[in-house]
């Protein structure tokens, strides 16, 4: 694995700084309400609700949508209204009993299932005959917040060019500060001393990218979101290059100039952005309004689904059945795949845990977002290209010659939203004894799987260091022996699957597809 020279830390600090000042998707604020008094009590019943009068099939897509239709659902008692993107089955195809759900991990969109023609789990899906959605929660993608549902279509189309102009622009910037230029004639070696490094130049070349950007992005702030950002930025920074504090007068002087523009642009700006919503939200609210839209539009005669959830999205299928569990109600689903997801993390070494320092509340009370997207952004050129100081971020998200490169460039690009600091602290508690926990800190959701009575898929990515197979075992041996399958993908000598090669990595097709297939098929037709 590489490691982080010694004189380039500072640059990746500030590539990160500069991150916490870039696009953050204008959302306003959901406000939440719960205490829960026993350890087994939840704060609400977990039923759908059917509440689709102010639900609407778009009559155009914004081009950013690559689904046959793009819906929208309202979620009950708010102003949100979740993306559906909707791939209809192949008239070729056996027909199937039951749609077909999917749900994305933590701060992605729907882009992650459909990267390309040739690289589409949607797509693959619906062309094994399911009638395939895939949902974007609260805060992702092209869902969002607004009074009036005629407005629903301008927002669409609006948020599908914010993000396609970003990451145009995201890959434009990579391109234009690929470090092997910025010291032209001086070879550089990862994790050796680089004698020859001549800091003057670097600093010129970061300070006029960094500038041109804080130029293009600067209708993007608030005054009051950006200085919050920054300072869980910098204990981003400080997680990642720990023990590096050598500060040159020219990286200060950079700093300083980048600070001051920083702040000249955001005191332009007059909106507060605020994200405040948590995973009981997505599970109590965004996910059942999904399921009983989808189940109105396709109405399988059992009244159930098929779902497939990656990282967080399994996450949420657990949750869900363990509610109905608890509750002693059947889940409206006939089966469960999840893909690197675990309640339980204790027992692993999950790249995760470096972000449990952050989830402290009192810390966190005044940081209300992770700019995952704009970290991610910022952080690519570092990671795509020599030296490749940063090509350790590309093994989180896939094993090497697992993506190929355009498709990964997207993936980082693209499909990366920001993250509400409440979910994040929620979703620590899967580090802690005992496991995930709902709001109130009292109900484990890993404690009544065991009374399901849905069959369930997990698989796990061998060199997966989100979601370590063993964390996927944990949970997984939670259930009846009976109804659950648990795999790992990945060979001894290759290929490996790291977290997000399950979905999107370029042997899927042939190795992870077919056994997702062959499970749904028979659970379909039960």
Known sequence: MATIHPQFSLEIRSALRWASSSTVYLLGPITTTATLSLRHRTTKPFRPRAAFSSSVKLPTKPPLCTADELHYVTVPNSDWRLALWRYFPSPQAPKRNHPLLLLSGVGTNAIGYDL???CSFARHMSGEGYETWILEVRGAGLSTRVSDLKDVQDSAHELSHQIESTAKAAAKEAK?????????GVSVVVGEAASAWDESKIVARLTATFMRLSERLSGFLSEGLGNQIRELTQRLVNLLDDGQRSVSPQLID?????????????KQL??????????DNYLEEDVPAAIEYVRAQCKPKDGKLLAIGHSMGGILLYAMLSRCAFEGREPCLAAVATLASSLDYTSSDSALKLLIPLADPAQALSVPVVPLGALLAAAYPLSSRPPYVLSWLNDLISATDMMHPEQLEKLVLNNFCTIPAKLLIQLTTAFRAGGLRDRSGKFYYKDHLSRTSVPVLALAGDRDLICPPVAVEDTAKLFPENLVTYKVLGEPDGPHYAHYDLVGGRLAVEQVYPCITEFLSHHDSA
């Open 176 to 184: 234009a500060t690929d470090i092997a230029d910025i010291a032209p």
């Open 254 to 266: 950079l700093q300083e100039r980048l600070t001051s523009t920083i702040e000249d642009f955001q």
């Open 116 to 118: 390309s023609p040739g």
């Open 270 to 279: 007059d909106l507060i952005i605020k994200y405040d919503w948590d995973f």
